[in-house]
């Protein structure tokens, strides 16, 4: 199957999903997870029309953004060290899904005052608990963003979720269920959540169902990652 096929078909999931779930398809952002796919296959993507990228590695973006066109918007998806955020602040990246501790939350503040930059983030959160995976526990969640109030360079935007993979779909629509009533609760709270980044190539239907606007696609549009 070719990439414009990918492309088709899972933009057209995302429609059938986005109207059982009463929205409609302009509601989701689809953003093309390009980790280890190469430019030339990231700008055949741009040129089938899509303009959202996701990397999870600071260096790899670095590397992209330099020969890619400008009105690309890269989306940080992965767990980033705290010595990488100098290079991520006031350079191109629209949003980071993965603020997901307190201590780079310190170093964004940090080095966004230094460079009188802001940065669009999104808080991650861990609902299944695995162990192996990153994100705040749902109870950890209040306080971080208490302490998130203080940094007022970062820019909560909303909420980031990996779910477990697996083929148990009501397993997997609890979860998002979780992390669509906190989404719902704490817009009320703070205005500027707009995004709730949830579904992935085994999940997005599943978690648009459950409200995501948001989804991170890479397997089902790039095909198998080489190397992981
Ligand atoms: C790799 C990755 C994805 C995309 O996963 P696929 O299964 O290839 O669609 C989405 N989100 C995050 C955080 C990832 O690391």
């Not at 093309?32 to 899509?50: F, N, P, Q, R």
């Not at 007022?152 to 998002?176: C, E, Q």
């Amino acid at each position: 199957m070719g990439l414009s096929e990918n492309i088709a078909i899972v933009q057209e999931k995302i429609a059938c999903a986005a109207e059982k779930a009463g929205r409609s398809a302009e509601d989701i952002t689809l953003i093309a997870v390009s980790k280890t796919v190469d430019a030339e296959m990231v700008k055949a993507a741009y040129d089938y029309g899509l303009r959202s990228f996701g990397e999870n590695r600071v260096q790899e973006f670095l590397r992209k953004k330099e020969i890619l066109p400008e009105d690309i918007q890269w989306n940080l998806i992965g767990q980033l060290q705290t010595n990488k955020v100098k290079y991520i602040i006031d350079n191109g990246v629209a949003l980071l899904h993965s603020l997901d501790r307190p201590a780079l939350a310190s170093e964004l503040q940090k080095e966004c005052i230094k460079k009188d930059a802001s940065i669009d983030v999104l808080v991650e959160v861990n609902f299944a608990k695995e162990e192996s995976k990153s994100g705040l526990y749902p109870e950890e969640v209040d306080s971080f963003l208490e302490q998130l109030a203080d940094c007022r360079r970062i820019h909560l935007s909303g909420f980031m979720t990996v779910a477990p993979y697996t083929d148990d779909r009501v397993y997997l629509r609890k979860l998002f269920a979780q992390a669509r009533a906190l989404y719902d609760k704490k817009k009320k709270e703070f205005p500027e959540i707009r995004y709730l980044s949830m579904g992935m190539s085994n999940d997005y239907e599943d978690a648009i169902l459950e409200g995501s606007n948001m989804v991170r696609v890479g397997t089902a549009i790039f095909g198998h990652r080489i190397y992981q």
